[in-house]
């Protein structure tokens, strides 16, 4: 293995130490590899993760309920540059209910294309200074 330094901040070596302290990890170290796996396995579809036991790691961080579904899996058939322009539109026109209406029709909760839709959705919301309901 090939050894490297990386600076964190100091909340992040915390709230990891606490990952390990309540077991979820061995050590700060396993954490940190898988992490880093993890992310690559996701971001590149050549990827092979090599940690021991990679697989079973992350089924205990991941329980299966709580995977977001890759964004091969849409069920929504639209274009999400075409979801992200349909959304901003409901704020300008001042209608985010409509946008999270949207949202929730064409997309699964736990689809990643969802989680950043609510993110610009809220970010438009700021933008133009509109009210989201149900938000402070």
């Known amino acids: 293995m090939v050894k490297s330094t990386v600076r964190?901040?100091?909340s992040t070596v915390e709230e990891i130490e606490s990952l390990v302290e309540e077991g979820v990890?061995?050590?700060?170290?396993?954490?940190?590899?898988f992490a880093s796996e993890y992310i690559l396995e996701q971001l590149s579809d050549s990827y092979e993760p090599s940690t021991v036991d990679f697989e079973d790691i992350k089924?205990?961080?991941?329980?299966?309920d709580q995977i977001i579904e890759s964004a091969e899996d849409r069920e929504s058939g639209l274009p999400f540059f075409e979801s992200v322009?349909?959304?901003?539109?409901f704020v300008v026109r001042g209608n985010p209910s409509d946008a999270e209406d949207f949202i929730d029709h064409h997309y699964a909760t736990s689809s990643r294309d969802a989680?950043?839709?609510?993110e610009l959705l809220d970010l438009y919301c700021h933008q133009y200074g509109v009210d989201r309901p149900g938000r402070e």
């Open 115 to 118: 989680l950043l839709l609510e």
């Open 85 to 89: 322009a349909t959304v901003r539109r």
């Open 25 to 33: 990890f061995e050590s700060k170290s396993e954490f940190y590899r």
């Open 8 to 10: 964190f901040s100091e």
């Open 59 to 64: 089924a205990d961080v991941f329980p299966q």
